[in-house]
């Protein structure tokens, strides 16, 4: 059974990091996209950021380039999200998704249906 376990969340001033981490256990797939994904009160769920497990390559969404940075650890089999110069309006809960026999795109990062398995999420609290 394949299981996301997001961690590292938490309230920072703006300006300030965190990195969020996704552990991932159960995997048997050669060829995924696994990705971070946000949604605040209100709004409707977004995507943030993609890792392709095929070719390494990242994947970003606009609001976010410059700022953030996903890596992947195999040996940890984690997924990583370091947050940088964090904004009140990223205040959302961040949760990763993995999409199995996906490699990464950006259509990716707005379409969910491929994500066939998700974390539960961890809360980023931006202060002003």
């Known amino acids: 059974e394949v299981q996301l376990q997001a961690s590292g969340g938490g309230l920072v001033q703006a300006g300030g990091s965190l990195r969020l981490s996704c552990a991932a256990s159960?995997?048997?797939?050669?060829?995924?996209?696994i990705g971070w994904f946000r949604r605040a009160p209100g709004k409707e769920r977004e995507g943030v950021s993609l890792?392709?497990?095929?070719?390494?390559?990242?994947y970003y969404a606009d609001f976010v380039k410059g700022r953030f940075t996903i890596s992947s650890d195999s040996a940890e089999n984690t997924v990583y999200l370091q947050m940088n110069s964090l904004k009140p309006e990223d205040t959302a809960k961040y949760f990763c998704?993995?999409?199995?026999?996906?490699?990464?795109?950006?259509?990716?990062?707005?379409?969910?249906?491929?994500?066939?398995?998700w974390g539960q999420g961890t809360q980023v609290t931006v202060s002003s």
């Open positions: 998704a993995v999409a199995p026999r996906y490699s990464g795109s950006d259509y990716l990062l707005n379409y969910l249906r491929p994500y066939e398995y």
């Open positions: 159960g995997f048997t797939f050669d060829v995924y996209t």
């Open positions: 890792f392709s497990s095929s070719d390494g390559k990242t």
